[in-house]
Nanobody, 116 residues
């Protein structure tokens, strides 16, 4: 019954930065990989980044070099630092334990809007 709350989204100008946070109700980060997904209106939800229990990160090609995922197990929080933001990064961003199981729920997410 872990609950995740995303925060840190907002409206930024192209080229700007945001840092998203995902806080968990339980101490799950030390035993689970975590991921950030995003979904734009009319598009499928896509995996943006993930981090293993050992701290190894993965990024989808479109965000490599611009986004950085990190974790702080003591704070039960994961982060997504987003730099050099582009309008195509506009989406609702969600965090989740990985791997996801069929039927697993999603949180409310946090809206990121990048203006051109």
């Amino acid at each position: 019954q872990v609950q995740l709350v995303e925060s840190g989204g907002g409206l930024v100008q192209a080229g700007g930065s945001l840092r998203l946070s995902c806080a968990a109700s339980g101490s799950i980060f030390s035993i689970n990989a975590m991921g950030w997904y995003r979904q734009a209106p009319g598009k499928q939800r896509e995996l943006v980044a993930d981090i293993t229990t050992g701290g190894v990160t993965y990024y989808t090609d479109s965000v490599k070099g611009r986004f950085t995922m990190s974790r702080d197990n003591a704070k039960n929080t994961v982060y997504l630092q987003m730099n050099s933001l582009k309008p195509e990064d506009t989406a609702v961003y969600y965090c989740t334990p990985l791997p996801r199981r069929p039927g697993a729920s999603w949180g409310q997410g946090t809206q990121v809007t990048v203006s051109s």
